[in-house]
């Protein structure tokens, strides 16, 4: 089973920037298509990018132009740059493959300030 970790979170305040890893185990990696998720208080986890083996990235229309994802297989890490951060962006966030099968990880938490 891979185990996922995230790191990178914490509080910023609006307009800044912060970068996300997520380190996980196993080959697998390489060729799965990796998630960042994301939860705010009494929400549902929704997806918010993702990219594939190829390197494509697809991400939500509100994190479009401010959120970038890559990954590198050498280190079987993916990451989330996210600039321009904003109070509705407060959420715990999580990596996991696009049909989120593998456990969770602890998440990490972003707190945006206005």
């Known amino acids: 089973q891979v185990q996922l970790v995230e790191s990178g979170g914490g509080l910023v305040q609006a307009g800044g920037s912060l970068r996300l890893s997520c380190a996980a185990s196993?080959?697998?990696?390489?060729?799965?298509?990796m998630g960042w998720y994301r939860q705010a208080p009494g929400k549902q986890r929704d997806r918010v990018a993702f990219?594939?083996?190829?390197?494509?990235?697809n991400y939500i229309n509100s994190v479009k132009g401010r959120f970038t994802i890559s990954r590198d297989n050498a280190k079987n890490t993916v990451y989330l740059q996210m600039n321009s951060l904003k109070p509705e962006d407060t959420a715990v966030y999580y990596c996991n493959n696009l049909g989120r099968s593998w456990d969770w990880g602890q998440g990490t938490q972003v707190t945006v300030s206005s």
């Open positions: 196993g080959s697998i990696f390489s060729i799965s298509t």
């Open positions: 990219i594939n083996a190829g390197g494509y990235t």
